[in-house]
Every structure is written in C-alpha cells, then in structure tokens.
C-alpha cells in the first residue's frame, strides 16, 4: 500500500474527526491534491460512531497502554541536508478514564455471537450496510437537500422537508414519528407488554446500534446545516427532528414548551406565566431593536436579568436551562444571544430547533471524506506518518514520512492535535469533558409514542459547575434496538473522572439495580449498560500555543463541550482560508446529472436549462415560505423520490 500512495501531493492529513474531513472535502473541491490518512482502521476519530460489539473493541484499544510495535523513527535517507524531524505521537491519550458496567438481567452471554456479524474492520461497515441492517419500517424524516431554507439575509440553496414512506423489509424494528405528525396508534414499550432486555440481547442485536463517542445535535440554523447545503454534501445524509426539550425542575423531568402553540397548549404554566413567557420570547427574538430593555444590564448576569423582567422562578429555569441553554454566570448579552439562536432555528424543520443525524453522529465526517474522495482524494486507513520533515531555514515541513517509511513531499500538513508530540504540547492545559453512555429500557418521560428522540438539561448542584446534557434516542434514529433507548450525557469535567462527574446525574435518572422491585410502575428507567469515560478538549487553544509548530502546519481539535458543531466548522473554514486565502470555502458540488465526461455533448436544451441552485425569485418566494411553517408535514406532501 506505501508504494501505491503518491510521492507528491498539495495537502496532506492525519486523522478523519470532522474538521479534518471538511478541510479534505474543501481542498479536494477546488482541485488541490489530497492525501488523507488515519492511524485507526474506521472513520471519524473521536467523532466516530459504532456498532455494540465495535465499541468493546474500541475500549479495548483504549486501555492499551504500550506503543505501537512497529518502527516510529525515520531513516537517515529521508532527510535531506538542513532538514530536522519532527517525530510525531503513535499513542493517543485523548480518552482517558474507562469504565464500563452490566446492570441488566445475569444471563451466559459468553457464547452469544451478534447476528449477521463478520470479522471484517470498522471501515468496511458503510453506509449502504448499515441501511441494509437498520433501516426501519415506514419513517418520516427530514432531508435537508430538498427544502429551502432562508437565511437572515440572503436565501440560501433549495431545501425540503419530505416524508419517506419506503416498505421495509425488517418488521421489527420501530416505526418513525416527527413533531407536528400525529402518531397513528399507541406504540411499543409503552402499550405492549415486552420481556425484559438482557445484555445477550444486546450483544445479539449489536449491529442495530450506532453509539456515537460525542453527542451533538445540529441547529437548523447552525454553520454545519449551512455547510452541508452550500457544498451539496447534503445528498449523502439522512436527519429526524428533535421532538422534545425536557427539563429537570424541582426533582421531575417537564417538557418545555417551544412554539407559541406549545405555549398556549402547556398544562404547567398559569396563564400570566404564558403571557409572560410570550412578551419576552417576542422581545428576545429582536432584542437589539429595543436597547432601553437590556442597556442597563450588560454587565449583569443573564440570570439576574431574568429576575428583573419579573419571569417566575419556573420561567427563569425554562429560559435559562433549556431555551439559552447557558449557565447562572452567563452575561445578559450572551444570554440573550443565545435565546435568539433558539428561536430563529424554531419551525424551520419542525417544532423544536434541533436535528439529528440517522444513523449517528459519526456519518457526518464520513460524508465530507466521500465528497473528497469523489474529486480525487485519496484515503488510506490504519496508516498514520512517523514525522514531518522541517526545513531549518524556513521552518516550514517539506515533506512527511508515513508508517511504512516512505517520504511524501506536500505544501501543507493539516494534523489532529492527538497525533502531536509531548515536546510541541508541552505548555498546554487541556480542558477534559465528561461522557456516560447508556443503554435503557424506557424513556426517561413516558409518552404516548415511543418514537421521541429527546433533549434534557440537569442543572449543577454547585452553581460553579456547567450544566449537564442528556440526549436520548430511540429506535427510530437507528442508533439502537427495538425496545431500548440509547442515552447520552455529557458535561465539562470538574473531577477526576467521567463517573464522578455523572454517576450522581445517572443514579437521580435511572434504576442500577436490575433486582430493585419498583411496584407495578417503574418509576424510572432500568439502565441495562453504562459506558464512561473522558475526551480532551482542545478547542480552546490556539495555533500559536503549540511550540516548534512549523509554518505551514494547522492542527485541529477533538470535539468540543458545545451542544452544536459551530466550533468544527469555523476551525475547518478558517483554517482553510489560511491555506488558500483566495479560493472559496466548500463550494457546491455538481449534481449526477449534470457533469458532462470527456468526449459526451450536452442533452439538447441542456445549454437553455437553468442550473439546479438558480431559480426564478417566485419559485424561491414559495419554497421559502414552505420552509417557514412550523409544521415539517406542510413543507412536503409527496414522498422524496429515492
């Protein structure tokens, strides 16, 4: 395989988290040669997602503690006169602090063997496999490629939110509902009685899951949207709205109302609480207009502006916790930033701002990588470099050295920062965030549906600490098994370990102990298998905090504690603006049908038809207003066409 890989090329990558594969796509996308390479034999880094039994091999690897076997030094015929090397990290310590726990049913799981499995890598698990295994009975989602989103200032590419209404082939798994849909019946766990989940279940149906090692949810609104529908990568993925935002206020879990119409349906508020609620949300979407409201508060807390326009305590903690999503220490500028990102991202896709991806996380970065390798990048798994080869004079890395010995001379190196040696890291402090992952019976708030995929904020007991993000997902999303939710929680880390920080949170939420006897009702969820552990965080940290960094050398971060993707992707443009100043970030990919090969003519009336992004301004008027309704199911009557 090193000898089939170039000798030379423009931009050259270690690591596919998601910075790094926009950069690929990117730099691939204006014609630039692209090398992109990974130590690890699956896609996604620390972004990755995978099935059951590809997560224990996965921390398995992790509580490896000896280096890598194979050579790491380079050889003397690599280096040129008034070249150094810099020699580069072949043990990643980004995950620290393991722990896994069994609290389902004792059961011999010994010899159970998940069904269907192959011993075959991480890599080969594509998507169209994992379609074949997981895709469910009749489900609506959203595809962002087809409805049309508008923009503060300027419309944006088409985009439609469409009802897939495919006939499954797989009956067991759960059948999908969206906000604004009305469900048709009763379903699953909550109507029809079910065995108990043991964990050979789990390990038997392991390849129904797709447990993502970061959670995150996209703002229909945020830069990643944006990016997915300017570059057209948009094509290769699929998304279900976010159908519920909970809270945790005086020891019980509510639902928070979003839409006017939530508002004015809600059981919890009084109706002074609701008027209220509106006149400031109303004043919040258009803060800046109305500066004699806030002036004389910019340099309090948002929590304390918050008591001055006289929102009750439950109010305060709705707007606070779950709306802005910040913290009691936040400024009321950030606070009211944050409330208005809210509610500009509402009603675009649905009654709630958020969507997530089918499938996990991990098949974000996998389809900038295949935007890539469609203009010519080239992808090289379980192949990492040794080192970079500097020149004394300029500073600058000429060439790298890859795991098989052989010198690559590049313009660029773009690297994850896990790959960088002790000596360049030396200096840095690195800010740690705390996962637990979990594998449930039930839904952790009852419904008369079992198909809500659902956001929950827990606010810190010491007003010092950040709170803590719960995201549970069902089946539907095909991340986990018929009959179980998938559930992950994160927070900054401000103890030693991930279970420290979250073991309490899980304790408060969830039944451990599978014997407890609960009555007729459990009252709360049984966690059948617990996960936790700790990812570094390097979002933080500049460019110019790494010593000895050659010139044309970029590093990009692990993900963030961010419940969005905005930190990715302005990391990802502007890193690439430093490269290519003058190029254009990520611009739309041809469609199938409209590239002309070497030697075809153009269809007759080809040259008349308009591009597919350049519409009439009424064609763009309707979509848009389509786009606008805060209902999912007005934007697309008919199913997409497959």
């Known amino acids: 395989m090193a000898d089939e890989l170039p000798a030379e ?54 509580q490896k503690e000896n280096i890598r076997t194979e050579d790491t030094g380079i050889g003397k015929e690599n280096i040129l ?30 010899n159970v063997q998940e069904v269907g499995s192959l011993r075959v890598n991480c890599e080969l698990l594509t998507t169209e496999s994992k379609e074949s295994d997981a895709r469910s009975t009749t489900s609506q989602n959203v595809d962002i490629a087809d409805v049309t989103a508008e923009s503060q200032d300027e419309p944006q590419t ?147 502006f918050l008591q001055c326009k006289r929102l009750s305590p439950s109010l305060q903690h709705f707007v606070l916790c779950s709306i802005a999503m910040v913290s009691k220490s936040t400024s009321t500028i950030d606070g009211l930033k944050a409330t208005q990102h809210f509610l500009r991202c509402l009603g675009r896709y649905g009654n709630t701002p958020f969507l997530f991806h089918m499938y ?74 705390s996962r637990a992952i979990l594998i449930t019976d039930r839904s952790i708030l009852i419904s008369d549906t079992d198909q809500e995929i659902s956001v929950l904020t827990v606010p810190p007991d010491d007003e010092r600490r950040t709170a803590m993000h719960l995201t549970e997902l069902c089946a539907s999303t095909n991340t986990c098994m018929k009959n179980t939710y998938l559930v992950h929680l994160t927070c900054a880390s401000s103890k030693m370990t991930a279970q420290e920080d979250l073991e309490p949170v899980v304790k408060k939420l969830f039944t451990l102990d599978s014997e407890e006897d609960c009555g007729a009702e459990l009252k709360k969820p049984q966690a059948l298998w617990v996960l936790y552990f700790n990812m570094r965080d390097s979002s933080v940290i500049e460019r110019q905090s790494y010593a000895g960094l050659p010139t044309n050398v970029y590093v990009c971060s692990g993900p963030d504690t961010g419940f969005g993707y905005d930190v990715a992707v302005q990391q990802a443009e502007n890193i690439f603006r430093h490269m290519f100043p003058t190029e254009e970030f990520c611009p739309a990919a041809p469609n199938p049908e409209d590239i002309i090969y070497d030697g075809e003519s153009a269809h007759p009336g080809a040259a008349e038809s308009p591009q597919p992004d350049a519409r009439e301004p009424n064609q763009l008027a309707e979509l848009q207003a389509k786009a606008s309704s805060d209902n999912l199911s007005d934007a697309a009557e008919e199913p997409h066409p497959v």
Request: glycine share 6%.
């Open 158 to 304: 088409e985009i439609a939110a469409t009802a897939n209404r495919e006939e499954c082939v797989d009956s067991d798994q759960a059948s999908g509902n969206i906000s604004g849909v009305e469900p048709g019946s009763k379903l699953g766990n909550q109507t029809e009685p079910q065995r108990n989940v043991t964990y050979s279940d789990i390990v038997r149906e392991g390849r129904r899951f797709n447990i993502d090692l970061v959670s995150k949810f996209l703002y229909s609104r945020g830069l990643l949207i944006d990016l997915l529908i300017k570059s057209n990568v948009s094509r290769y993925t699929e998304f279900k709205n976010v159908t519920r935002i909970l809270t945790y206020h005086y020891d019980k879990i509510e639902q928070v109302p979003c839409s006017r119409a939530d508002v004015f349906s809600s059981k919890q508020l009084s109706m002074i609480e609701k008027r209220t609620l509106m006149k400031f949300l109303t004043f919040c979407a258009d803060y800046e207009q109305h500066p004699d409201e806030y002036q004389d508060h910019k340099e309090s807390t948002f929590s304390e």
């Open 360 to 433: 996990g996380l991990g098949e974000i970065p996998q389809c900038f990588c295949r935007m890539s390798a469609v203009f010519g990048g080239i992808y090289c798994l379980h192949h990492s470099l040794r080192g970079l080869l500097v020149d004394a004079q300029s500073s600058e890395c000429k060439a790298v050295v890859d795991s098989k010995g052989k010198r690559i001379h590049c313009r660029y190196v773009v690297i994850e920062d896990g790959y960088l040696p002790e000596n360049v890291c030396a200096q840095l402090c690195y800010r740690q965030i």
């Open 81 to 110: 006169e008034n070249e150094e090397a810099l020699l580069l990290n072949q043990r990643d310590k980004t995950i620290q602090n393991i722990e896994v726990y069994t609290y389902s049913r004792n059961e011999d799981s010994e």
């Open 9 to 62: 090329v423009d931009v050259v990558l270690l690591g596919t988290g998601l910075p790094e594969s926009i950069i690929a796509a990117a730099c691939s996308r204006i014609g630039q040669r692209v090398l992109h390479l990974d130590s690890k034999n699956y896609y996604g880094g620390n972004w990755a997602s995978f099935t059951f039994s590809s997560l224990q091999t996965w921390i398995a690897d992790c």
